[in-house]
């Protein structure tokens, strides 16, 4: 686990709490330092929660997330504990979305003697700020993540690169920037298109930024369970986690890093890849200590595979 | 606008109605000259409306349909004016797919001395015949298409090349090219398999020719509403596009190439091709003007973005 | 035909019997010859039924299992008879997947001096098994699945290499892999996600090897209908079977390859390989026969189209 | 053959020479109405020579000349007669590029009322250039260049897009884009590579800017071969097109649309291609012809092979 | 190894010779049963010998040819003896191509009742017959070719699809499809734009089908060594297989797989499939072995490395 | 200019030198710090000079070398000041390869408790070494390599990532990776085949891992130009940047990242990223700049463009 991440953790929030109590844990007091828009806790054993919190700023995102977002997930890809990460967001508000009097100023001046200089600054800007999303994807531990109330903007962004999509019953979205006069270009057009299943659906909420409920969303894929409230999303989402973590970090990681690869490949190359990626992988004891945890009707969350 | 369009406009339909006389005047009397199969008018600011109009025929497609639609979406992608486009049929059938009468000469018996040049005569007609729909995808003006009753062949072609789709409660839809010998070969087989999220029913659709009606399209995603009639429908299709064409077309254009080129590409290509689009769609001053309006709470009807 | 299918069939089973006679036909009492694991029939005009016959073992797939589907699928492949499959499988239970304790030593203790050698054999072994789904996918003949019961780990990498899937609503699909402490090798990571429309959902699936029943496989378009139990789904089977084998062989299987190309390649590829697909195959009587039989308004099951 | 290409040629000069006489033919005297800046003629049955005639102006590239090209390479494609082309141009210059007087305002001030509407329209310009020189890739008929002298900037475009390549002694070849400030985005910068084996020399080329001579040319592989003077080159350039345009049609044409294939394709992909072209291709008439031309040790050019 | 290549070597010829005696053992007197094209020893341990053995036919090639070379390389695929493939041909020409007597039949009258049936077994058999070169691809030993004399049509296929090419002197080159009407659909089209660096030679080559002497064939890259006469050829060619015969087979043939991938991607996706293979494949004792023999400066022929 | 490359450069060795005191000075008498294995300076206005400074081992690259090399040239890319980049290695030794002894435990024991974890770990080292010479490429400032004496082994994979490559004659590479018992997987499989034209030579190095010679890597294009000596081949080497340097950075700097695109994708891809990436790029001063230097002959290196 990287420094600061355990430096993170190293106050009152680590404990194996059973799975209430875990939820209860979620609801930080505040960002976890040296973070400032993040917090970060680790609700159960090899789950960690990423919580954005800024909740008086409606969890818009300003310049310090993005970078925060790129430090916080690296650490989470390199942290050998971590087998799952739950995404939350602190409050009512999943998020606002950019916290656009924060990014303005790097938004509508670029730096630059004519316009070919203001592009390739304005490009270098959109390049970093779609890493911030990336780091999600890339890392191979699966995310949950669990949404309440507004997801506007560049919280579509975010939460298209996520793993497990859940929501409450009051949760809606909208892939707002249009109405802002600008094509959405962080990840909301590239990944929206593979997470739901109906193009036309897609179509209309890029070209038209109308808001969708938390029904629609579920009949078209977005999310995979809507719930009632906060509490029990975050106790569905902590039990997925849980699931996850139980299981053998090397199946559940390879899985991930195999379904990624599958969506942006053809078939045939896929089952290549994939091939290849178990010619060692499967030369694992964790496959031994799964068979037997299924002869002896044992929990997976009782046997012991070692970190990844 | 192209002075074929523009001919065909000044008549006495391109004024700017409220909603309702909008979609009135959308039942054109006859096709648009110089077009014979089309007819063109813009019942709002900025929409242009496309009706396919040979209802006595079923709306059939005939040969000179084929290459009208090419012109016509030609000249709506380099109209200015346009800004967003919607697509419907004249009378109680949307269309009865290829006229079959009209068509088949070319069809059946292409020119040349021997099979190889058959075939290169046949490859030439059916590569023509793909341009028909590809415009609609080349236009980077969105298509709402609005479907009532039977939408047979190459209609379903012609539909999954547009980007929203609605229909009516008494719409179907029915692949129906391999009753009649063949493989699907303008469209179907390589646009549904995105446009909806279920395989299974891709396949069945297009090896049996079996008929989906409306509520099926709606929960496969086919189409993203189904209304309960024509009239609605086409208010409905005229509001969506009317929002659309209400907002930047510097945003508008580039989301829909950008969900265009997303669809045939990898998510990481994607992104590098958006981030280089943006690297100067972003400097506009569309974005402040948008979000002048958004502060003023002004309707984005009402903000003034110049023509694209 | 292959003489290994023609004596599989020439016992009492392949006389072209009405619908239902052909499904009672399909309760195989056990293999056929040369098979072990399958029973192959015919159960009506240009339809062969492949059942896997283990019911013993639950259906598990075991080292010949793996080798006869390849010999069985590529004579299908070849059998000018041949127009459409039904795959499906004796008893109360799908599949439980791998038989683990015909396959664990190879899979475990694969042979070689060191790592290297150990992870060439097991990579060797791997696109061997990935091969025992594909030839379902390079068989141009439309394959129909239909699952009752429990469809665990390996029986989802078979049944998303199939055309069309249907089940019983007792039916349950369990991505089981992470359970045993591997990824998913031999097709459901390919294929599942093009195969469904959320993404989120597909995730969830093979993260946490959770079961999803049969209405959420509906409603998830991973099937294409739920019958209420094995006798009538099997009917619904055979009559989609037999509507497909009515149809001209030169459109249905020109239909199916172009499908699975336009799964893996831009819509642009696709349309040129279509063109170039068809510029021949355009070029026969079946275009003329089906037209003649659509004015005579003749079923197509009564339209001699020459064999493929 | 197009109206336009027939009345361009039906002066004095589209009879059948022995080679020199062709040769000798092709000097023009100037362009071939309705083209301003190309001359066509027809120096040998079924070739079609295009040149480039701006001697006055050294061959530089007006905005007139890049819609010519488009016109004039369109009907080349349709015309069945041509089965072989030579490109040259009149004069001692190929070319010296851009006529930069003629493009600047288009290029320097493109319309719009902000950055991005001035990039939309600057994109657009782009691609219609760039459409200049993919017209020659995409005409099925081998295209012969020919290069005396200077070929600068948009030469280089223009020859690596056609497919056989020789020069004079005399030749130099300059990629002369970045030192008029800009990246060469017609065509250079992307078939310059797969057009020379060394990307070492592709880069300095580029990047500096600096001349290439003939023998280096050669020895690169840029051209295939390099004669003595302009009238050789020319006299080889014919014998070229002359021996191409002697074979198959069926086969020539093939040949050249499998290799542009190939460029852009994996192997597997374009065996897979190359197989479903030549399914129909291969049931030609012509096999039998040229077999029969080959046992009767006749010269295929008295072989009369139907047009395509 | 397989036991029809065992019993092909257990005559006389299998023993290890010093590289001259090799050679001469190389000149067989006949094919080895059970081929009847094909002659096939082992001159030196590791490194398997397979020759074309129609001398009496210009070793063209017949019906029985292209099975038995799929039969034999699938066998030396599987053969963990074979580390090194030479590949040549008896006597004084390489080969002719294609035997036309034997072959045209096939080709000349496919099977079918229409071209659509006709098109379809047409394909059926170029594909088999692409196979028969790209199972030298696929064969991870990597394979020497060396040529004398003429090399024509079919025999560039086959080159193409190896690894290393030698030639003589006197050797020539033709691509000779265009002549006898076809455009060439078993490799030449698809693999030599990647083996040579000129594409203007590339397309001069296939579309005038005119002969390339062994100089150009230097200095064009198609082959990277000429030797003056046959038996030089031999031997150079077999010490260029006995040198990577001596070296790790974990190293030489994840290199032959990797440069095959690298071809055919993108750097980057090449990368990341490197990674994933040498994952495990850096995981062997070879590589303690080889560097022990760098240190004590032994010979790598005298370092025991296990069979992959 | 970051920092830590500012604080190298300001010793005495960053004045503005005529080309051959440029020259000397590129000497340089060690490692600038904090680099311990890198000499940094910047002996021509906006050319860098890095040199591998380990002359004592061979110029070997140790561990710290591979994180040096990532923190130069990414500090490199983000220095506005910054046009072009020499790198070249001190003494008479281009290098040696990997340092063994320092590098050797990474990667013969990786950590892990299992096959599937030293695997995991093994690939994360891959990926890191990979990046060492992948960040060369993804600077958009193009760098000049000169090489002298032996290149060998990751000096292979480490050259091919530069942009142009000039050595001396008695310079001489080895793709070393095969005799060491592994493939070579930082690079040199992956870009090798796309730098030098001839396959068959690509195979044979890679294969046999012998030795070329500088008139080798000159025929097939490895190299550009072969020099007589280290310091004329570094005039030669700062000649190239001076030239590259003194052209606009908007030019020059497109025109690398278009051509390493080109290298990845195909023709019709590269012409649309191109035209994407000039609609804003060609909105530069630099174009009047340079065109007003041409029209006045003036030398560009007197035109001051701004920095990119």
């Given at each position: 686990m990287s420094s600061i991440i355990r430096c993170a953790l190293f106050g009152s929030r680590r404990l194996h709490h059973p799975a209430l109590n875990a939820v209860r844990a979620m609801s930080a007091s505040g960002p976890t330092p040296p973070f400032t828009t993040l917090s970060i806790s680790q609700p159960a054993t090899h789950v960690t929660h990423v919580e954005l919190h800024r909740p008086q700023k409606y969890n818009s995102m300003n310049k310090v997330f993005w970078s925060e977002m790129v430090e916080c997930f690296n650490q989470i890809a390199e942290?050998?504990?971590?087998r799952a990460v739950v995404f939350s967001a602190a409050g009512k508000i999943f998020t606002s979305g950019v916290d656009i009097m924060d990014m303005a100023g790097e938004i509508l001046s670029p730096d630059g003697d004519d316009t070919a200089r203001k592009s390739w600054q304005t490009r270098h800007i959109i390049i970093k700020h779609q890493k911030t999303f990336s780091v999600i994807e890339k890392c191979p531990k699966p995310v949950v993540v669990a949404v309440q109330g507004p997801c506007i903007g560049a919280g579509v962004d975010l939460i298209t690169a996520c793993d497990i999509r859940l929501c409450t019953k009051d949760a809606w979205f909208q892939v707002k920037e249009v109405d802002v006069g600008l094509a959405a270009d962080v990840g909301t057009l590239q990944r929206l298109p593979s997470a739901i299943g109906s193009r036309s659906l897609v179509n209309e909420l890029a070209l038209t930024a109308r808001k969708m409920f938390s029904d629609e969303a579920m009949s078209c894929g977005l999310v995979s369970r809507v719930l009632p409230d906060k509490e029990t999303m975050l106790t569905a989402a902590m039990e997925i986690a849980v699931e996850i973590a139980a299981r053998s970090p090397v199946a559940v990681q390879g899985t991930k890093i195999n379904l990624v690869y599958s969506r942006d490949h053809s078939v045939s190359e896929s089952l290549d890849y994939m091939a290849t990626w178990n010619m060692s992988m499967l030369q694992t004891n964790d496959l031994m200590k799964s068979a037997q945890a299924a002869m002896e009707k044992k929990?997976?969350?009782?046997v012991p595979f070692s970190n990844l």
């Open positions: 942290d050998p504990e971590c929990n997976l969350k009782d």
